[in-house]
């Protein structure tokens, strides 16, 4: 006789249809049934996020279709909030406490080998129970911020009424954050760069706490709903006005420049801000709580408690305003290397053979430099000296370089995903704008190229004719041609090399100017007593100006020109294979080496892969560049690619429909 096989019960479902009954009393009971109920929820690891997304929306069906399950975990909920002491959640957890940078990172070292003693009555240590895996905050944002509005919605905590010691809780731990916010905002980096008419109207920093006081006295009295809804509305408004004061005091860091101590600051402020929002909706009387915030907050508790120790993810966050900062100096610069309308195409092409033209006299100099009996310091100095003067020449003369343009323009592109604005970004006008800075590279890197090759092997033979003899003797040519070569060298992975000393350059740049902006040097220029003494005021207002302008651009040349300079001696020095190539100086190089072997004399295929290798030695400086600016203006606009898996998707059905575009502009330019 033959028997079915008996179909495996989905624990899933076999959980919520057999729920046990869980009391509000039983606190350890009821999390212990939270506990099993999250542990269905967590996904395994060869779970994708749409499985994970899949799986969270059958649970909330399945509370649907199971009454009693639904109540269970309600009062589960309900036995950890009432029995548990809220205030660290709502006034330390996600929050970054006023400690200073070095202080907190000590702090977080410490406890990464020696985890902090935790209150058994602390909420806290009842989500670490819960949310024991220290990835579990990776799939808890996995899913869709509408998924968990869905599923709390449905739960229904009466977190705003019924539970008086929430209220409370909430009322103290309103308190707390205000007298935060009320101290930070007198803080000497605020006060500064804060704009008159904030100060002579009411400082939003302190009206808050008198009003939160007010609230408190409200409650404490009984007072009535209406009483206690109209102070909250008041409250509501005066913190939207402190948000505003915060984001003035950012936006002067645009020409002001900014410090690590006033992003810290105005970092914690703003999270203070976003915590009390919620804390209000909760003491304001009004029955009804914004889901969407409490949702933020549990994202951000769960975040911060698996990550509470790492001193990775201080970093990022501390420091993430400061590289905004240094990204927006970048990419107002990289709005200039992006274009739109064909005149402007071939205006940046014309301005890339500009700068073509200087580094010709570069590559010779440098060739000529090389010949000189120095010691390798000296050598390596003098390169980058070289360098370094040229890069400026293309500065000041305002032509481009094709390979400066990424660190640049890539900040200009990760605006237009910036997370600080309400709205979901266009993702079809950022593939526009990624065809844009497409074509522009292509223009630079055409109008560099066009220039370079023919006229440095036009010098080279203006040198032979002069001197009698030529630049680069045969054997030198041999060698600068395989140096070249993509698979006969390590050419390749210098030009990777290259990539990263341009990004770094950029940041340097951007730092530079940063610090120029906040330290307010052109002020302490023209006040300056000493220079005062030999200086006119014309003059001394002129000099103070052209730094205050170009101090960062010079700065970011100067370094990138000792940091190509020094790379081959460096190497050299330490007996490693160090060096860098970059496609302009490649070209150069290989016209002289090309010269020097005669054209009768080199294998046509040898010369094709020579010229081949040079194209990608100019595809990996702008593809490493680009790429290491990128990540860092995402990270520091606190954007997360993931969130847009669609965009890939979007710009490859762009190039198909418009392959042209990433090449030249069009001669009519239309609003899609």
Not at 401 to 427: H, I, M
Not at 438 to 456: H, K, W
């Amino acid at each position: 006789m033959a028997f079915k096989k008996k179909k495996k019960a989905d624990p899933v479902y076999a959980f919520l249809e057999n729920s046990p009954a869980v009391s509000v009393r039983d606190r350890e009971g009821a999390l212990n049934y939270l506990v099993s109920f999250v542990n269905l929820l967590r996904p395994k690891p060869s779970d994708t996020a749409e499985q994970t997304d899949q799986n969270f929306s059958t649970v909330i069906r399945l509370l649907y279709q199971f009454p009693a399950s639904l109540n269970a975990l309600r009062t589960a909920m309900i036995a950890q909030l009432v029995n548990s002491n809220l205030v660290p959640m709502f006034t330390e957890s996600g929050i970054t406490v006023s400690r200073g940078v070095g202080r907190e990172l000590y702090a977080r070292l410490k406890h990464k080998f020696l985890p902090a003693l935790q209150d058994h009555n602390d909420f806290l240590y009842l989500l670490d129970r819960i949310f024991y895996k220290k990835a579990d905050y990776v799939w808890v944002e996995s899913i869709p911020r509408e998924r968990w509005i869905q599923f709390f919605e449905l739960i229904k905590l009466p977190l705003s009424s019924n539970e008086p010691v929430i209220i409370n809780q909430a009322m103290v731990s309103l308190q707390i954050l205000g007298a935060g916010v009320a101290q930070l905002g007198w803080e000497k980096e605020i006060i500064t760069n804060t704009n008159v008419k904030w100060m002579q109207a009411e400082n939003p920093f302190e009206t808050q706490q008198f009003l939160i006081y007010e609230l408190r006295e409200l409650m404490i009295s009984e007072a009535p709903v209406e009483k206690i809804k109209s102070l909250s509305v008041r409250i509501r408004d005066v913190l939207k006005e402190a948000r505003l004061l915060v984001d003035s005091i950012r936006s002067s860091t645009n020409e002001k420049g900014t410090s690590l101590s006033q992003t810290f600051i105005l970092f914690q402020i703003e999270q203070k801000l976003n915590r009390m929002e919620l804390l209000l909706d909760i003491v304001d009387g009004d029955e009804h709580i914004n889901t969407t915030r409490f949702v933020d907050l549990f994202h951000s508790v769960v975040r911060y408690e698996n990550r509470k120790n790492s001193l990775r993810e201080f970093l990022s966050q501390t420091t993430g305003y400061v590289a905004y900062q240094i990204a927006e100096h970048k990419g107002k610069k990289g709005g200039k290397y992006i274009t739109s309308s064909p005149k402007e195409y071939w205006a940046m092409m014309v301005s890339a053979m500009f700068g073509g033209l200087i580094i010709v006299f570069v590559a010779i100099l440098k060739t000529l430099l090389h010949h000189l009996p120095l010691a390798p310091f000296w050598q390596g100095f003098v390169y980058s000296v070289n360098y370094s003067v040229g890069f400026i020449a293309i500065e000041e003369t305002k032509s481009t370089l094709a390979t400066k343009q990424p660190a640049f323009t890539a900040s200009a592109v990760a605006s237009s995903l910036d997370t600080k604005k309400d709205e979901k970004p266009n993702l079809y006008n950022l593939a526009v704008t990624v065809s844009k800075v497409f074509r522009s590279q292509t223009a630079s890197f055409i109008g560099n190229l066009i220039i370079v090759f023919p006229v440095t092997y036009i010098m080279a033979w203006l040198f032979d004719i002069c001197f009698g003899h030529p630049l680069v003797g045969r054997e030198e040519g041999i060698q600068m041609l395989q140096d070249q070569h993509p698979w006969q060298s390590l050419s390749l992975l210098y030009a990777c090399n290259t990539g990263v000393f341009l990004f770094i350059s950029g940041i340097i740049a951007g730092y530079v100017q940063n610090k120029m902006n906040y330290g307010k040097i052109e002020r302490r220029l023209v006040e300056h007593p000493v220079l005062r003494l030999y200086f006119a005021p014309k003059r001394l207002q002129h000099i103070a100006s052209y730094l205050n302008h170009h101090a960062g651009s010079l700065v970011g040349n100067i370094s990138l020109g000792f940091f190509l300079g020094t790379a081959a001696i460096i190497g050299k020095i330490f007996g490693v294979p160090f060096d860098i190539r970059h496609i302009t100086i490649s070209a150069a190089n290989t016209s002289l080496g090309l010269y020097g072997v005669g054209w009768e004399s080199i294998n046509g295929s040898f010369l094709l892969t020579v010229f081949i290798g040079v194209l990608f030695i100019g595809f990996l400086n702008f593809l490493v560049s680009f790429s290491l600016a990128f990540i860092v203006a995402v990270r520091s606009r606190g954007i997360h690619l993931r969130d847009y898996p669609e965009f890939l998707q979007i710009l490859w059905k762009y190039f198909r429909t418009h392959p042209l575009d990433f090449f030249r502009p069009r001669k009519r330019i239309t609003n899609n």
